[in-house]
């Protein structure tokens, strides 16, 4: 076996990639990078698999089919023979009908599209994707990897909303997201807890994007995401939990319409609305603005309070994990998170913490706590790979 398989996850203004090769089933990767669909503004950059740049360019790129053409012929004329016999694709949203991956052709693409609606800000850049390729490479492989799949084994009470029947079974239900950063977590986790990776773990994705998830036997219990990417967290642009009578009271007194709460609680909200300087951790953790803190304090507040929910689900908890931007990397959001979490026994080893150790509490502590760098597009290199070998 000699495969190369081109992962793609396509966003609203940019496509990141990578490009893996396998050998005897193990998949090394090749490439990574990204390519920024700003109008003449926009740029093409290359890494190798140690994140060395190898190349960067500034392109004129409209439109998703534009992006991939250029990646496609940059394949073609810098890396030689390597060149992608499937492609795997991260797809937002598999709704109730995908709980695995599945080879795209046109039967499953139309159901792809009627799921738009569920995901009108993320599921369009995706398709768009899958049908350049269609166009660019009709013979070529593609395989749709979905990150609401792995929550399809919670319970039914974690998925259904307080609604009448008829707008369940209409679709509108908890799915959960971030997936397949999960799923990746949970391959890893016996080689970080052995045995114990089988227990009560609450893994914390925290980057622009925030989620928690219930892990027993590995399997997803429990998560805070739920229709949509909004439910659950405070994230960078995301309002995350909120009354649902607010935003009839902002169409009612503000005269707010669809396309300005959708802008409001997207892109104004979370981090960025509450401190009104950054949705960027960073900035807001090296700021002296007292906004910054709050911002910064309700994010940590947030997380310690869905933290007790899902130990509510497990009913305990033996393992918490750290994965995501800021999470990996975010040392002092860590020791915050930790410190209100000390009536569970935590404790952290400060020097392992500072360092973005995989191990970060003390011998002692009652709970393990770890940190460990998610990889979702191995996932979807495995899943390609396991599919069009089958």
Known sequence: MNEIILVLNAGSSSVKFGLYQAKHSNLS???????EIRGTASRFEVKNDQGDMLWQQSV??????????????????????????AVGHRIVHGGSQFSLPVIIDEPILERLFQLIPLAPLHQPDSLAGIRALQQLRPAM??????????????????????LPRYLTDNGIRRYGFHGLSYEYIAQILPD???????NRI?????????????????????TTMGFTPLEGLPMGTRCGNLDPAVLLYLMREQQMDHDHLTE?????????????????????????HPLAKQAVDLFVWQICRHIGAMMAAL???????????????????????CARLKWLGIKLDASANQTNAARISADDSQVKVLVLPTDEEIVIARHTLQLITA
């Open 29 to 35: 990767k090749l490439y990574q990078g990204k390519i």
């Open 60 to 85: 004129d790129i409209s439109c998703h089919e534009n992006a991939i053409e250029l990646l496609l012929q940059w394949l073609q004329t810098q890396a030689g023979n390597q060149q992608p016999s």
């Open 141 to 162: 492989r593609q395989i749709a990897c979905f990150d609401t799949a792995f929550h399809h084994t919670m319970p039914d009470v974690e998925q259904i909303y307080a």
């Open 192 to 198: 970080h807890m052995g045995e114990q990776a089988e």
């Open 202 to 222: 609450v893994v914390a994705h925290l980057g622009n994007g925030a989620s928690l998830c219930a892990l027993k036997g590995r399997k997803s219990l429990a």
């Open 264 to 288: 409001l609680l997207h892109r104004r909200a979370g981090l960025l609305g509450v401190s009104g300087i950054s949705a960027d951790m960073r900035t807001l953790l090296a700021s002296d």
């Open 315 to 337: 009913e305990g908890i033996d393992g918490l994990v750290f994965t995501a931007g800021i999470g990996e990397h975010a040392a002092a959001i860590r020791t915050q998170i």
